[in-house]
């Protein structure tokens, strides 16, 4: 079994906001010439003459709405102006001709999109996407919070959304979507009305990106904090939010916690984050200057594995003796064959089935040879270069390839550590099935029982499409049909059905998409399946 050192993550205290140097010189001035006003319907100028309105205003707000429902909105005022007027250098300002309104694209009734599960928007403006859109539970989306009409403009980016419930699900919060916000001297539009830094007079010390390139899980990103802050730094620092296990991770993992990446050189201007999982992650560099003044830029990190991943973490983990944490146990990640039903395990631990890939034949050490009982399911091996440094990277070097299916690695007794399964070049339509098994403790049987709430989450072609046992929908309570506290070893104890994947390829070979179902027990249209000594498929 594998193992690897947990690197613990020094979470730093950061303020949030940068510097705000504008509006500066008295008596800014509208801008005359477009169609549009104050993008947030405040700050007029008394100075202005106000006959630019060609357009009837039928409701008496701000004019530039004309594409907009006329109810209240959760994202009326930003406080911003669209013009900077008079700067004294070396401060510049900025006018915008035509700003999207701050209510653009509101509409008075939520939409739902043409499946009615959703579209990711939130049309009726009251600061909830979706809501009242049926959704499976279990079911990522992404989803914009801010005005359908100021989707992907400037700094205003998606996060996503998971459907809570049972058998009738709702759609959660929206998390992590950068919404439109006060507009800051920083080079982007963050009032996301289709200007940057208008209304205000801005130096260049700050120039934060709107997007970083992606990576893939596996790769380390060092960011030159000098490209993005050209004044001088007194101080440094930079975090990192990572997903839901990540999430997970913060408040189970101890003090401090343990995350799935590490940040070396937060406290310096080049920072480098590796990462092990694919996800979405928050980056936030701050920067106090040589002036006193706190600068902040945030970006979103996309980190995307090509084909199926299968991501598996939980609550406890470390041993069954350990102080602090909470003792742990062990559980394992199972992944099925498609276009097969046969039973989970195999014959025995020395006898596995090669339909079931785990830890015991899908990690790189099953792979030297003889490789017996591996899963041999058709599909090309990877480059190398897309497992050399992962964990185990050293042994899938004598390899030679990366298997199509593995495991990155067993977590037996380790703090904060997920397992993950991928499979980069899955063929179109193939279904994959995951389990999640309760092994025990220390490798062993349990010896007392720790109730788990494990967490699955499922990216295909770099995006979460599902996540499962995540608060409010976790396994449990124990005593329960959904119990999951106690392992019996291999091929026993309990087991979690988690839900089958069903992928979508294009001619390329690139998984686009794919479509995720939850499996409950026999009979019932919800709640998650958790049997004991039965491997049956
Ligand atoms: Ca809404
Ligand atoms: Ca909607
Ligand atoms: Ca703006
Ligand atoms: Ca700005």
Redesign the pocket.
């Known amino acids: 079994m594998s193992r690897r050192t947990a690197l613990a993550l020094m979470v730093l205290a950061l303020g949030s906001c940068g510097p705000d140097q504008g509006p500066g010189g008295p008596g800014g001035r509208r801008d005359l010439s477009g169609i549009g006003g104050d993008?947030a319907g405040a700050g007029d100028d008394l100075m202005s003459i106000a006959t630019d309105d060609m357009s009837v205003d039928t409701d008496g707000d701000v004019d530039g709405d004309v594409a907009s429902f006329d109810g209240p909105s959760a994202y009326d005022d930003l406080g911003?102006k669209s013009d900077s007027g008079a700067c004294l250098p070396p401060n510049t300002g900025a006018t915008?001709a035509a700003p999207i309104a701050s209510n653009a694209g509101c509409t008075a009734t939520e939409n739902c999109g043409p499946g009615g599960a959703g579209n990711g928007l939130d049309d009726n403006c009251d600061g909830r996407v979706d809501e009242g859109c049926a959704c499976t539970p279990g079911a990522v989306e992404p989803c914009f919070l801010g005005p359908p009409g100021k989707h992907l403009i400037?700094a205003c980016s998606d996060g996503t959304q998971t459907c809570q419930g049972a058998e009738f699900g709702t759609w959660g919060d929206c998390k992590g979507s950068i919404a439109p916000s006060a507009?800051r001297c920083d080079k982007l539009?963050?009032?996301?009305?289709?200007?940057?830094d208008?209304g205000l007079c801005c130096d260049a010390t700050l120039a934060c990106p709107a997007s970083v390139p992606d990576v893939q899980p596996y790769s380390t990103v060092t960011y030159n904090g000098a490209s993005y802050f050209k004044g001088n730094a007194m101080t440094w620092s930079w975090t990192v939010d990572g997903g839901p296990c990540d999430q997970l991770f913060k408040t189970t993992t101890g003090t401090p916690p343990t995350q799935s990446y590490t940040l070396t050189g937060a406290n310096t201007a080049m920072p480098s984050l590796k990462t092990t999982l694919s996800g979405d992650y928050t980056v936030t560099m701050t920067v106090v200057g040589t002036d006193g003044k706190t600068y902040t830029c945030k970006w979103v990190q996309h980190v995307t594995g090509p084909g199926l991943r299968f991501e598996l973490c939980w609550d406890h983990t470390g041993t069954s003796t350990q102080a602090q944490p909470p003792p742990g146990a062990d559980l394992d990640l199972h992944i099925h064959r498609p276009g097969t039903t046969t039973a989970w395990f195999g014959t025995s631990a020395a006898l596995p089935s090669a339909d079931d890939c785990n830890y015991d034949n899908c990690t790189a050490n099953a792979f030297l040879p003889p490789a017996a009982n591996v899963p041999a399911w058709s599909l090309a091996n990877s480059n190398l270069s897309v497992c050399k440094d992962t964990t185990l990277g050293s042994t899938w070097t004598t390899v030679t390839y990366c298997h199509n299916p593995r495991l990155d690695l067993d977590n037996v007794s380790q703090i904060g550590v997920p397992e993950n399964t991928n499979i980069d070049d899955p063929a179109n339509g193939q279904t994959f099935r995951a389990l999640v098994h309760y092994y025990g403790q220390d490798g062993s049987s349990s010896t007392n029982n720790v109730e788990e709430h494990p967490i699955v989450n499922v990216y295909c072609g770099g995006h979460l499409k599902a996540t499962y046992g995540q608060a409010p929908n976790t396994l449990g309570p124990c005593p329960g049909a959904a119990c999951f506290n106690h392992g019996s070893g291999w091929n026993a104890g309990q087991m979690w059905r988690v839900a089958d994947v069903t992928v979508a390829v294009d001619a390329a070979g690139n998984t686009t998409d794919c479509t995720v179902a939850p499996i409950h027990p026999p009979g019932t249209a919800a709640g998650y399946y958790v049997t004991t000594n039965s491997s049956v498929y």
């Open positions: 993008a911003g915008c400037g507009e539009d963050n009032d996301c009305n289709g200007c940057a208008d």
